[in-house]
């Protein structure tokens, strides 16, 4: 059970990346005309596999993050 606990929390923070790819997020902050590298660095991290980084911002707050981040950036650019 510890374990599968352990293994779940990466796969669910790896799922909200997926997800966010398909969705078009993680275009929309990657492509995006100005984005913070420290966000893009932390969002590298997880792509790479340090799903289990508790430092990482993005994987203690992945369920909202992302998409609110998008979302700033979409607003962002709008106005730009």
């Known amino acids: 059970v510890e374990y599968e606990d352990i ?3 990466g ?3 790896f ?4 997800n966010a790819w398909y969705n ?5 902050i990657f492509f995006a005309k100005a984005i913070d590298p420290i966000i893009k660095k932390q969002l590298c ?3 790479a596999g340090y ?4 430092n990482n911002q993005i994987v203690k ?3 909202t993050i992302i998409e ?10 709008a106005v730009a």
């Open 61 to 63: 707050k992945h369920k």
């Open 11 to 13: 796969v669910d923070v």
């Open 7 to 9: 293994i779940r929390k």
């Open 51 to 54: 799903v289990w980084d508790e």
């Open 24 to 28: 078009g997020d993680m275009h929309t």
């Open 68 to 77: 609110t981040l998008a979302k700033v950036v979409r607003s962002t650019e």
């Open 15 to 18: 799922r909200s990346m997926v």
């Open 45 to 47: 991290s997880i792509l």
